[in-house]
């Protein structure tokens, strides 16, 4: 069997192609079932304000607890949710989840400067017409502050986008903070920071990941910094796991980093008990 491409080129199908096709088809299907039968969890991964340590934000994290395979990371399931739409309904529960644990560890702190949540946000959700309803939805139902979350966009799904920019405007308007996601690595387009209503650039992990004084990823890194800081967005350094990137990047001009060096994503009782740690030493 062959399958037609382009302008008169033929591709043949081969097995290979079908297996995949066929893993996908029986992925879909156990996707289904694990939003039916709620077989997600969230992990948290701490934010770090560089200058001190202070622990800030954290960054929820999907995981899928697959009844046979275990743990699964999203990036072998949130790609194909994003093709099929299935993230919307994901995402909606991931918001509520965050926004429930958000308001119990702003409970369990009482008077501490509330910990800020990171809530990742795919392109296919930023164009969902419900998706501003269901963030203020979970905020009212759990008595969340908007100043209290901050949803993450990448580049690539707000690109070029009208209907994502409407939605991260009026996001913007609840009080919510959004940060530019893996900044840096898609075609990125510059002219996206002129519109677009984030207040924050993460730096990714890419740049971070073999940064020196000298080479490139320095340059880039410095370039960053200085233009969050010039349109008075907040920088954050993902994926640190030294001392000399961290301090590298604190003298780059970095508010913030997140990475192993400090911890990987955590079950919650985790973050409460760092929490609890970082609020009786500072
Ligand atoms: P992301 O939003 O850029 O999240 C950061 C990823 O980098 C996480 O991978 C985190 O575990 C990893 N990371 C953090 N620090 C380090 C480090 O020091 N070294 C290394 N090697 N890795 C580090 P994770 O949890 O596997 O998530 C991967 C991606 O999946 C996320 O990238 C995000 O794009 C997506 N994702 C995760 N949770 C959700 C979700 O709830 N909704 C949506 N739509 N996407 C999600
Ligand atoms: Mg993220
Ligand atoms: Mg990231
Ligand atoms: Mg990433």
Redesign the pocket.
Known sequence: EAKRRGKGMWVAYTDEMGARISAEAVLIRELDQAIEENQFTLVY?PIVRLSDGTLTAV????RWNHPVRGLV???EF?PVAERTGQ?VAI?RW?LREACRQAAEWSRVFPGAVPLSVG????GP?LRDANLVADVSAALAEFGLPAAGLTI?VTETAVLDDEQSHATMVALRALGLKLAL??FGTAASSLGLLLTCPVTSLKLD?SFVESITTVGRQAAVATAVSQMAAALEFSSVA????TEEQRDLLCRLGYEYG????WS??VPPDRITELRARDLVSG
Do not use: H
């Not at 997140?258 to 060096?261: D, E, V």
């Open positions: 991964q960054e929820s994290l999907i990371p999203p990036t949130i993230i995402g991931v809530v990742n946000v795919a959700q993450e996601d893996d992990r993902e994926g640190i796991e997140q990475g192993y060096l990987r994503p």
